[in-house]
């Protein structure tokens, strides 16, 4: 997906209507596509001395119990943390 | 459908973090419209429980929630206390 | 403006007081990488942002970060609350209770007050979200830290929620720094127009 470029137009008023395009049952892990990607792969025009993360694309959310549980209900963003051992001194590296 | 009071304040609290989550995902991807409708829809359901919670439990903001007599906004327990959370089962940590 | 919802982001239920770690945990309340120091930062810098996408991102995490705020607050206070003057004692936090006894003040975890040195915001749209993305991973070491030194699953799992989210919010900010990039990009590409005094 490609970054959509920012603007600094004011937006036109219109109606406020919910997008709403169907009534579907509550659409936790829905896959968009089965073989869906949830960021971007490919960044193009890159610049020196410039940061580029990749976009993140929506693919499937986890529940909401599932998700506050987690911290995030996008399971591509899921990292957890294992502590250190707290009874083993840490080993030495090479520097 | 008769929740208790702490498996109704955990779907809601729930509902309004997904929310949260898709509202910060939105900022960044407004033209992704699979979550706009996952936004609407989480909403719709959030609205839901919390006036379901109101009505059983008392207002959640003092802004817009109708509230009984006496002023039940500044009822114990605060969100700070022991008393006014659930418990949240989880993975073992 | 904001509205409070009577309701905290992640619920915080201590059953076992424990000064030791709150001692530690009230770094992320006052601390330079802390949630006021995140909150103050995003706050102040959106009114100088650019482009929609960012200014709603630094405004929706900086209101993020007080919620966040208040859990930090919330798990202090638990875990000072039920605890004795001896217990207070050995864990090295009767200097913070003689000047504040279980409240909650905005410290670092060695009692350093919280300072605006702690944040920055420069202006450039570029240097602020930079220093977002640094703060978030400020924040998250920080957490993982914390997580090391606790062993109550109660004080874990909220932690563990905190690091979350500032995972996530390292993406966002990585998200809305490329669309400044591109926004700033595309602007040089129009043609130099006539300045206002020239017309």
């Known amino acids: 997906m490609i970054s959509r470029r920012g603007s600094e137009k004011q937006l036109p008023e219109k109606e406020y209507m919910p997008y709403m395009p169907e009534m579907q049952p509550m659409p936790w892990r829905q896959g968009c596509l089965p073989n869906c990607i949830p960021q971007e792969t490919v960044l193009t025009n890159v610049k020196l001395a410039t940061a580029y993360v990749p976009f993140q694309k929506l693919c499937s959310t986890l529940s909401p119990v599932e998700g506050l549980i987690k911290g995030t209900i996008f399971p591509e963003l899921v990292s957890p943390y294992v502590g250190e051992n707290k009874k083993c001194r840490p080993a030495e590296y090479d520097e | ?93 | 403006m904001w509205v409070y919802e009577k309701k905290l982001e992640f619920p915080v239920k201590i059953k076992n007081p424990n000064p030791r770690m709150a001692k530690v945990i009230i770094t992320q309340y006052g601390g330079p990488d802390g949630e006021l120091a995140a909150s103050l930062r995003y706050l102040s810098q959106r009114f100088s942002m650019i482009t929609p996408e960012a200014k709603g991102i630094l405004n929706d995490i900086g209101t993020e970060e007080l919620a966040h705020l208040e859990m930090i607050g919330s798990m202090v206070h638990q875990l000072v609350k039920g605890a004795s003057i001896e217990e207070i004692k050995a864990a090295g936090l009767d200097a913070y209770y003689a000047d504040h006894d279980r409240a909650v003040y905005p410290v670092n975890a060695s009692g350093v007050p919280f300072t605006a040195a702690y944040i920055q915001s420069k202006g450039d749209p570029i240097t602020d979200l930079q220093e977002d993305m640094a703060a978030e991973q400020k924040a998250r070491s920080t957490y993982e830290y914390l997580i090391s030194l606790a062993d109550d699953p109660d004080v874990i799992q909220p932690l563990r929620f905190l690091r979350e989210r500032e995972v996530v919010h390292f993406q966002r900010f990585g998200e809305a720094l490329r669309i400044v990039q591109d926004y700033l990009d595309s602007k040089k590409v129009f043609p130099i127009k006539k300045p206002e005094c020239m017309k």
């Open chain 2, 1 to 93: 459908m008769n929740m208790s009071r702490d498996e109704l304040l955990k779907h809601l609290t729930a509902i309004d973090f997904m929310l949260v989550d898709l509202q910060l995902y939105l900022d960044t991807h407004p033209c992704d419209q699979d979550a706009l409708m996952r936004y609407n829809a989480a909403a719709m359901q959030s609205k839901m429980l919390k006036e379901q919670y109101e009505r059983l439990y008392g207002p959640l903001t003092s802004f817009r929630s109708p509230s009984c007599y006496p002023w039940q906004w500044i009822n114990n327990p605060w969100p700070w206390n022991y008393e006014f959370n659930f418990e949240l089962a989880g993975e073992e940590c």
